[in-house]
């Protein structure tokens, strides 16, 4: 199969341009997971340094939490790529696109991969902002460089999971809906804000297999120097790539144009 | 290309299933000569975006065949797709680019290579360089059709869909518009698929035009070859009391009396002759309004759907159409 390399640059450039050329939405993309970070990461600032170091193995809980916040940010970024999806869809976008030589499956591929790196600009920011919470940081390039691909990983998984579930809506309530659904169970069944080993049984089950955990425990060991686990990282791959596959189908078959 | 740059053969669009089925094309037949500016005129409802949508693979074929361009719409649709442009009834741009990136987002699309001078060219055939490097959401109405057209036509496509261009347009900006297809038509010599519900649209851009209605064509030709069918003139009459249709159609001459309350349309041989004959029957202070229309697209649709365009049935409401259309498609 030729890859269309001319229509997915095109398409991921436009995805990515439209993001920083809309202030709002960049604006919000930040502020949301900073907030997360502002509010719920004080919240266990009065507990004493040994009860934290016993509970999270971090002297400061925003140091064990700042790897899950990005992680569960990466949840919300699929369904900006939903909603931009449905917006083509309901202003005649997506005709223009698929009335050229430009197929489904290509589409689907640019706005997984667009929407993901939307996601990653919460990176730097968010980083910058745990510095200012009186974060350290020791990370190798190569943990730098793990973490980011982890994160890209997960992003692009769920991202193309949203598009998949919301390929035949033109509905602007579909994605919030879908979000509003994915997102809770998926957040408190991962070990992003907690340690899963007070979890009861089922809860832990999910936590396992649940791929927001992968990112957040390979962002934790690099944040808290604990011995990291690469598997992770493969995980995270699988699940992204199958989710790549899924999303390329299901679009490809069943993406509505209007 | 071939001679015969779109061709349609028995195609027919049945959306949804069962009872809640809509068939939105029925058995169409059309051959669009190369080089040719066609129009397809029709009410709303009729069928015109369906058979744009169907040619350009945007959706599915029911039954019958399609070609564009020498590809077959069903099985070369990528082929189909590389050979021609579109331009919407709605203007669909992106609004966060300026027109240069919106030309080269087309050109990524089509796979362009080298490119950059045939978009000068266009952006100075429309007269848009200056504005260029400005985003198009500040651009008029105009200029965002002008850049539409432009983008259609960056890929040098042999066939161009044109879904009523104008519709919504002010007088004006839709008189810019015909220039443009026209010219668009001669510098580029692009086959143009135009579909209107203005008659005087299809009569001024238009070599040939089909009549589509409710899924159906009903007459095909040149303009004047479709006025040629009709052999006769209309008599629109609005009297102030009651006549005795009887004896209107007792004049010489008369083919057809149709009577809605005092309003008549009465369809003559030749208006000239006829005109003096009612006036000696009808006392003058009898007649509040009198119109003689001349054999045209308007009375060609007249002639084939027994009604005037834009005078839609109670069924075709055109609402409860796309109302049904929605239900259909699930």
């Known amino acids: 199969m030729k890859i269309p390399w001319s229509p997915l640059w095109g398409l991921y450039a436009r995805e990515v341009l439209r993001t920083f050329r809309n202030p709002f939405v960049l604006l919000v993309t930040i502020v949301q997971p900073f907030m997360w970070l502002a509010f719920f990461g004080s919240s266990f600032s009065l507990l004493p340094k040994a009860e934290l170091e016993a509970l999270f193995g971090a002297s400061n809980y925003i140091q064990f939490l700042l790897p899950g916040v990005l992680s569960t940010s990466m949840l919300s970024v699929g369904m900006f790529g939903s909603m931009s999806t449905i917006q083509d869809k309901r202003f005649g976008f997506m005709k223009r696109i698929l009335i050229t030589p430009t197929s489904k499956g290509t589409v689907f591929v640019t706005k997984a991969l667009g929407s993901a790196t939307r996601g990653l600009v919460q990176f730097p920011v968010m980083v910058a902002a745990a510095l200012a919470f009186g974060v350290t940081f020791q990370l190798t390039p190569l943990e730098w460089a793990a973490w980011i691909v982890g994160l890209m990983l997960l992003a692009t998984g769920f991202c193309s999971l949203f598009l998949a579930i919301t390929a035949r809506s033109t509905d602007w309530q579909t994605p919030g809906v879908v979000s509003n659904f994915i997102t809770m169970p998926l957040m408190f069944a991962s070990s992003a804000l907690f340690g899963s080993s007070h979890f009861p049984a089922w809860m832990a089950a999910i936590s396992s297999v649940n791929p927001i955990t992968f990112s957040a425990l390979l962002g934790r060991s690099f944040m808290l120097g604990t011995t990291t686990d690469w598997s992770y990282l493969g995980y995270l791959a699988i699940f992204a790539v199958a989710m790549l596959a899924i999303g390329y189908f299901v679009s490809s078959r069943w993406l509505r144009v209007e | ?330």
């Open chain 2, 1 to 330: 290309m071939t001679d015969t740059a779109i061709v349609v053969k028995n195609l027919s669009k049945v959306y949804g299933s069962g009872d809640r089925s809509v068939r939105a094309l029925d058995h169409v037949n059309l051959a669009i000569p190369s080089g040719t500016v066609f129009g397809l005129l029709g009410p709303n409802g009729a069928g015109k975006t369906t058979l744009i949508k169907v040619l350009t693979d945007i959706t599915d074929i029911t039954e019958g065949d399609a070609s564009v361009a020498g590809f077959d719409v069903r099985t070369q649709s990528m082929e189909v797709r590389a050979r021609i442009g579109w331009v919407a009834a709605e203007v669909i741009l992106d609004d966060d680019f300026t027109a240069r990136e919106n030309l080269w987002l087309q050109a990524k699309l089509q796979s362009l290579t080298n490119w950059e001078s045939r978009a000068e060219d266009l952006l100075k055939f429309f007269s848009l360089t200056d504005r260029a490097d400005d985003k198009v959401s500040h651009f008029s109405t105009g200029m965002r059709k002008k850049l539409e057209i432009a983008l259609a036509l960056l890929h040098q496509p042999l066939v161009i869909f044109m879904d009523e261009p104008t519709i919504g347009l002010d007088v004006s900006t839709r008189r810019m518009l015909w220039d443009i297809v026209t010219g668009v038509h001669k510098e580029f010599g692009v086959t143009v698929l135009l579909t209107t519900h203005y008659i005087e649209e299809a009569d001024a851009l238009c070599d040939r035009v089909a009549i589509i209605d409710q899924g159906r064509i009903l007459a095909e030709g040149t303009p004047s070859e479709l006025k040629a069918r009709v052999k006769a003139d209309i008599v629109q009459l609005e009297t102030t009391e009651a006549i005795d249709p009887g004896k209107i159609s007792a004049l010489p001459g008369v083919q057809e009396v149709r009577a809605q309350g005092n309003d008549w349309m009465i369809r003559v041989a030749v208006a000239d002759e006829f005109l003096p004959r009612l006036f000696a029957m009808v006392r003058t202070d009898q007649i509040r309004r009198i119109t003689v229309e001349k054999p045209s697209l308007e009375t060609v649709f007249l002639e084939v759907t027994g009604r005037r365009l834009g005078q839609e049935e109670p069924m075709r409401d055109v609402r409860k159409f796309y109302a049904q259309m929605r239900r259909a498609r699930g």
